[in-house]
Structures are given as C-alpha cells and as structure tokens.
C-alpha cells in the first residue's frame, strides 16, 4: 500500500516562501512521476508542477519562476519550493505520484496566503 504524506502548509504573507514536502511510503516501482496539484475555493484542481523520474519538469504558467518541484528518491520524497507568494496561491495542495498505471494522492496540505 503507498501512501503519501504531505507537510509544509500554513499561512504565510505575500512575498513570503514555503516548502512542501510530500513523503512517500509502500511498494513502488522505481521509476515514478510525482506531482503537486491544488486546488483553491471555488477552482477546479490544477497541475501546479510535475517532475518525472528522468527528471523532466513541467509547471503551470501561473507558478513560473517562482515555484521549484525537486524530488529526493533516496528518501522517497518530492518538494515544492514556493517564493513570491501570492493570495492567489491561497489552495490545498496535494501531492501525486503516478506509478505505472495507477495514481496515489495524498491528503492535502493548506496553503493560506494573506497579511
């Protein structure tokens, strides 16, 4: 069973930066693409970044430049780095890993952006 624990969230100002963190726990293959996605009130869920296990990344226009998808294997865990905050990136985050054909989401973490 995998599961992934997400970390990280809270309420930050604008200009302000956090980092999440997504731990992943179980049986995977070794080669996976992770994901963050999120979703704020009101919105569909979007693809915020996605990294594969070559490396390749990808973000959402609206994070460019600003926000950084990483991913450590040796400890089975993902990052987002998030600076210039903004209200706008006020959402739950999650994390999502695609292994094979099957997907694993993780909880959700909060991310509030205000002063």
């Known amino acids: 069973q995998v599961q992934l624990v997400e970390s990280g969230g809270g309420l930050v100002q604008p200009g302000g930066s956090l980092r999440l963190s997504c731990a992943v726990s179980?049986?995977?293959?070794?080669?996976?693409?992770m994901a963050w996605y999120r979703r704020a009130p009101g919105k569909q869920r979007e693809l915020v970044a996605s990294?594969?296990?070559?490396?390749?990344?990808n973000y959402a226009n609206s994070v460019k430049g600003r926000f950084t998808i990483s991913r450590d294997d040796a400890k089975n865990t993902a990052y987002l780095q998030m600076n210039s905050l903004s209200p706008d990136d006020t959402a739950v985050y999650y994390c999502?890993?695609?292994?094979?054909?099957?997907?694993?989401w993780g909880q959700g973490t909060q991310v509030t952006v205000s002063s």
């Open positions: 990294i594969r296990s070559g490396g390749s990344i």
């Open positions: 999502n890993l695609v292994s094979g054909i099957t997907a694993y």
């Open positions: 179980g049986n995977i293959f070794s080669r996976y693409a």
